[in-house]
T-cell receptor, first 109, second 113 residues
């Protein structure tokens, strides 16, 4: 079974502060991990894939297989980063994408 | 050019009615999905079709029936709507292995009164 845990339901930081959104996963095979972002009342958008090791909008995420984590980080948060962030895992023969419960990030001015 | 489009965007209906939500993608993907986002913003997969074949069918009441006339379309029909069906339903598509991630539609906000 595959499971994604985002321990923080809400996270509030001030503009310019570093931010880290935590994600832990449980999966017996070799997972593919993603971060999705959902701005208020909009569609989910792909933010990052672990296989591409890219940085989007200043966000990065590193897969740590030892700790089974894929935390999302940004050194200096901006107000426009306020959104719901979902960590997701794809695995299994049907490549099902399983989402964590999401973390609502609020960046205060 | 909208990649994954859903209609309608909003749907308000009475309990007991039957309704359908349509989804179309123009990305050339071969796999499509329906997800339900509840009031707590939890996202749960409902169904997945690959080349018109059902490959994922999570524990969903059989009042929900997906239909895929071709690989670019995946519709969701709901019979005998209940209050608890109120949610936002997202359609998504991807290549078979999903390694590039899913592309989501803008969602259909269903309200059952």
């Amino acid at each position: 079974a595959q499971r994604v845990t985002q321990p923080e339901k809400l996270l509030s930081v001030f503009k310019g502060a570093p931010v880290e959104l935590k994600c832990n996963y449980s999966y017996s095979g070799s997972p593919e991990l993603f971060w999705y972002v959902q701005y208020s009342r909009q569609r989910l958008q792909l933010l990052l894939r672990h296989i591409s090791r890219e940085s989007i909008k200043g966000f990065t995420a590193d897969l740590n297989k030892g700790e089974t984590s894929f935390h999302l980080k940004k050194p200096f948060a901006q107000e426009e980063d306020s959104a719901m962030y979902y960590c997701a895992l794809s695995g299994g023969s049907n490549y099902k994408l399983t989402f964590g419960k999401g973390t609502l990030l609020t960046v205060n001015p | 050019d909208t990649a994954v489009s859903q209609t309608p965007k909003y749907l308000v209906t009475q309990m007991g009615n039957d309704k359908s939500i349509k989804c179309e993608q123009n990305l050339g993907h071969d796999t499509m999905y329906w997800y339900k986002q509840d009031s707590k913003k939890f996202l749960k997969i409902m169904f997945s079709y690959n080349n018109k074949e059902l490959i994922i069918n999570e524990t969903v009441p059989n009042r929900f029936s997906p239909k895929s006339p071709d690989k670019a379309h995946l519709n969701l029909h709901i019979n005998s709507l209940e209050l608890g069906d109120s949610a936002v339903y997202f359609c998504a598509s991807s290549h078979r292995t999903g390694e590039h991630g899913y592309t989501f539609g803008s969602g259909t906000r269903l309200t059952v009164v």
